[in-house]
């Protein structure tokens, strides 16, 4: 009995040590992707802040490329008001978008503009992910607009 009690102890110690050492010597199957998933590189092409058109806005924009594929954020400091019922995150061919509209609401041009998506949230950080077919050489604003009323609520002109 006591020889049979040592030999399972003796199995289950050396399959605990064999399984330990094998962890831990074993290599990564890939390396190439381990280390593209732990090195993420950002690259800036745009930013920059807010003003107030219709509504006060405030914060900063930037566009950066990730991983092959293109992002607008929003900072923690955005904020904009909560009186949209339909607001949208866009970019716009017009550096001074404000001065190519008139206000109170500065409604904007179709043809002018793409959406990115709808707007997450009123305040704080936010990212969205810009299409592959949209050439950011195009576009020179980032806006909050409301699409129900066409009424744009800030803008950030971009610049590298």
């Given at each position: 009995m006591k020889l049979k009690y040592l030999l399972i102890v003796a199995v289950i110690s050396l399959t605990y040590s064999c399984t330990t050492e094998a962890s831990t010597t074993q290599p990564i199957a890939n390396p190439q992707i381990a280390s593209s998933v732990s090195s993420t590189k950002q690259q800036n092409i745009k930013s920059g802040t807010f003003v107030a058109?219709?509504?006060?806005?405030?914060?900063?924009?930037?566009?950066?490329?990730?991983?092959?594929?293109?992002?607008?954020?929003?900072?923690?400091?955005?904020?904009?008001?909560?009186?949209?019922?339909?607001?949208?995150?866009?970019?716009?061919?017009?550096?001074?978008?404000?001065a190519t509209t008139s206000p109170p609401a500065y409604p904007i041009k179709e043809a002018d503009y793409v959406i990115i998506a709808r707007l997450q949230k009123y305040s704080g950080s936010q990212?969205?992910?810009?299409?592959?077919?949209?050439?950011?050489?195009?576009?020179?604003?980032?806006?909050?607009?409301?699409?129900?009323?066409?009424?744009?609520?800030?803008?950030a002109k971009l610049r590298s």
């Amino acid at each position: 009995m006591k020889l049979k009690y040592l030999l399972i102890v003796a199995v289950i110690s050396l399959t605990y040590s064999c399984t330990t050492e094998a962890s831990t010597t074993q290599p990564i199957a890939n390396p190439q992707i381990a280390s593209s998933v732990s090195s993420t590189k950002q690259q800036n092409i745009k930013s920059g802040t807010f003003v107030a058109g219709e509504h006060d806005t405030t914060g900063n924009a930037r566009i950066f490329r990730e991983n092959g594929k293109n992002y607008l954020e929003l900072n923690q400091a955005f904020t904009t008001s909560n009186l949209g019922p339909d607001l949208y995150i866009v970019i716009h061919r017009s550096s001074d978008v404000l001065a190519t509209t008139s206000p109170p609401a500065y409604p904007i041009k179709e043809a002018d503009y793409v959406i990115i998506a709808r707007l997450q949230k009123y305040s704080g950080s936010q990212r969205y992910l810009i299409p592959k077919n949209i050439n950011l050489e195009n576009y020179k604003s980032a806006v909050i607009w409301c699409r129900a009323f066409n009424a744009t609520f800030g803008i950030a002109k971009l610049r590298s």
